[in-house]
């Protein structure tokens, strides 16, 4: 069913459902999947484009939180590590195993025995072992170009990375094979009361000036740093104190730093650990992690001062790459909806598990991790439903993802991409491959995305506007200098007949495209001047 179909089924009046979710990110695809899987009729609205918030802008690892174990989050560790195994078991292609290599330096904290403790720990969650430690050498071997001085050798564990954005997409799919409706662009405006309890809400979509009712005696506000938004508007005094906090990234050529696992250091200003890791073809450097001042409706931006902040690491750790600004692709900054106790704590030393706050059938949660997305989803759930959870939530080793059918690799695509292809689409692969070229988008590239791929987003992915396409559904935005500039007429020619859109559409929607590029996902405008 497409968009036009599910708002005329909603117009017409099938609108009475068990739940609705508000909140299109990790957290609110995963309540749609349980939820749905759970044989609930269930609503999915999201009022920009799916994982436009946080979950298109995470650091892109599904790890079980060493530094958390570090910090004595045992429970949350637990968690994670269990969920990141079952992830990578159900989703090979999406999710997959990356090796993380940490250096130990003279004088470092935490010094190589302390560090081989917490992965024994670690390990012992996992029931795998996967910690080992390096010399000097071997670590100069592991990683090519890293600094020498001081260099007392070096921890290798293994966690997990995934294309976020491609992780909420599969999981909105799974719903609505199991009958949810999913709405991106659908705000939602009002929430209904009937003697206090919770009956319903008011939504309205993009293209429409008429809102819609929807009758449900459940809402699931999963809206991340929004939260507090839907729920204080209700109950001032329920509210979620969240602290948002920004965390940004660069985007360089992976020639320019080639790593083949992803490598930490702790920055000597603040103690947090900094990763340069390998990513869709490019070498991503991250994160930072402090207060977001800005309008949460708008698109976070990186500063000058997180830019020089990650620049530093990068000279620290490799200082004969000589990187610099005119070497970054792109940026992103995304902000995690920290739930604070408000005693003014550093921003790393916040607590990062999840809250849930309930008000008489109004469900909202904050905090949380990427990789816990089902932990959070099923405990929104179960005290959402309260006495009947137990007979209605499906059996918690159902799996998140349904098994991929078996079916032949086409001769023109190599191992790898089949790989990547059957974690990203599951079982709609062989529909995907059927719908466009298998020619890969840039020729001698290391990104391997096919035409296919962008065929399929335009028809069957809910692609509203171009920065969906090329910022979520692919990454092409993120990986290719200026935005893929050069390619937008390759593009427009595969793709504008496909999305129903006239001359003047397109001529619209690349030029909302690229000052979006230009104002939240390259370099700050007096940087960028400066940039070479």
């Given at each position: ?295 949460l409706d708008q698109e976070p931006v990186i500063s000058e001062a997180e830019t020089a902040y ?223």
């Amino acid at each position: 069913m497409n968009r036009t179909e599910t708002l005329n089924t909603l117009r017409s009046g099938t609108n009475e459902f068990d739940v609705v979710v508000v909140g299109g990110g990790i957290t609110g695809a995963g309540v749609a999947r349980e939820a749905a899987g759970s044989g609930l009729r269930t609503l999915l609205v999201e009022q920009k484009d799916f994982s436009w918030g946080t979950s298109s802008r995470s650091s892109k690892m599904v790890h079980g939180g060493l530094r958390y174990l570090g910090s004595g989050h045992y429970g949350l560790t637990r968690d994670a590590v269990r969920e990141r195994e079952r992830l990578m078991n159900e989703a090979p292609g999406l999710i997959d195993p990356l090796r993380f290599i940490m250096p130990h330096f003279k004088g470092q904290f935490p010094g190589p025995r302390l560090f081989q403790t917490l992965l024994r720990v670690y390990d012992f969650i996992a029931r795998n072992r996967s910690r080992h430690f390096l010399t000097p050498a071997e670590s100069m071997l592991w990683v090519p170009g890293l600094t020498g001085e001081n260099l007392t050798g070096a921890s290798g564990f293994t966690d997990a990375v995934t294309d976020d954005s491609r992780l909420v997409l599969r999981l909105i799919a799974e719903a609505r094979r199991d009958g949810a409706l999913c709405l991106n662009y659908t705000r939602a405006l009002e929430l209904k009361r009937q003697a206090g309890q919770v009956s319903g809400l008011l939504v309205q979509p993009e293209e429409s000036e008429t809102p819609v009712e929807i009758s449900a005696p459940l809402v699931i506000n999963a809206t991340g740093a929004w939260a507090d938004r839907l729920q204080s508007g209700e109950n001032p005094a329920q509210a979620m104190n969240i602290r948002p906090l920004r965390g940004s990234h660069l985007v360089l050529p992976w020639s320019r730093l080639p790593v083949s696992c992803s490598v930490s250091l702790f920055h000597p200003e603040d103690g947090r650990p900094v990763f340069a890791f390998p990513w869709l073809g490019t070498t991503v450097l991250g994160t930072t992690d402090l207060d977001h001042e800005g309008s949460l409706d708008q698109e976070p931006v990186i500063s000058e001062a997180e830019t020089a902040y990650l620049l530093e690491i990068a000279s620290r750790l490799f200082p004969g790459s000589r990187i610099s600004r005119g070497d970054i692709l792109s940026t992103w900054a995304g902000v995690r909806p920290v739930v604070t106790d408000g005693s003014g704590k550093a921003p790393s030393k916040e607590n990062r598990e999840h809250e849930l706050r309930a008000d008489r059938g109004l469900i909202s949660i904050a905090g949380g991790k990427l990789t816990t997305f089902r932990v959070i989803a099923r405990e929104a759930l179960t005290q959402g439903l309260g006495e009947k959870a137990e007979k209605v939530l499906r059996p918690e080793s159902e799996p998140v993802f349904q098994p991929l059918k078996e079916s032949a690799r086409p001769s023109a695509v190599g191992h790898q991409t089949w790989h990547r292809l059957q974690g990203f689409y599951g079982p709609e692969l062989a529909q995907m491959i059927a719908s466009g070229s298998m020619e890969p988008v840039i020729l001698g590239q290391a990104s391997d995305l096919l035409w296919a791929e962008l065929c399929w987003a335009c028809q069957r992915e809910d692609v509203q506007h171009l920065d969906d396409l090329l910022l979520r559904r692919t990454r092409l935005g993120l990986v290719l200098p200026e935005a893929g500039k050069a390619l937008l007429p390759e593009i427009r020619r595969h793709c504008q007949a496909l999305l129903g859109w006239d001359d003047q559409r397109w001529e619209q929607e690349q030029t909302r495209y690229l000052e979006i590029y230009r104002n939240a996902y390259s370099l700050p405008p007096g940087e960028a001047s400066d940039a070479g």
